[in-house]
């Protein structure tokens, strides 16, 4: 089941082909660092494990977020920009009635 979603996400687009590649080898690594008692894992590697743990992580969930808060006060830039606009016309309409301070 969660094959076929992840497949699905990659079809649409949604994740790049090389996230599941990168995330089954995250998974084999550890399962190596989890069963391999006699073998030491490689601080470079533990290292490159991070890094890419990391990377998966901010795709997943943080740039996402960082888009939808983008997103939003894009929302309001424009909301506020066409009233600005709206607010300077009726200031000019006022201006052209023909009273003097």
């Not at 808060?69 to 309409?93: G, S, T």
């Amino acid at each position: 089941m969660a094959c076929f979603q992840v497949k699905t996400l990659i079809e649409r687009q949604l994740i790049p082909a090389s996230l599941p590649e990168a995330t089954d080898l995250l998974r084999k690594l550890g399962h190596i660092g989890a069963n391999a008692a006699d073998s030491d894992v490689h601080p470079l590697e533990i290292q490159s494990i991070k890094s890419l743990f990391k990377a998966i992580v901010e795709f997943v969930y943080v740039y996402p977020k960082k888009i939808d808060d983008f997103k939003e006060k894009y929302q309001k830039y424009r909301y506020w920009a066409q009233n600005r606009r709206k607010v300077r016309a009726d200031l000019e309409d006022d201006d052209s009635s023909g009273f003097d301070d």
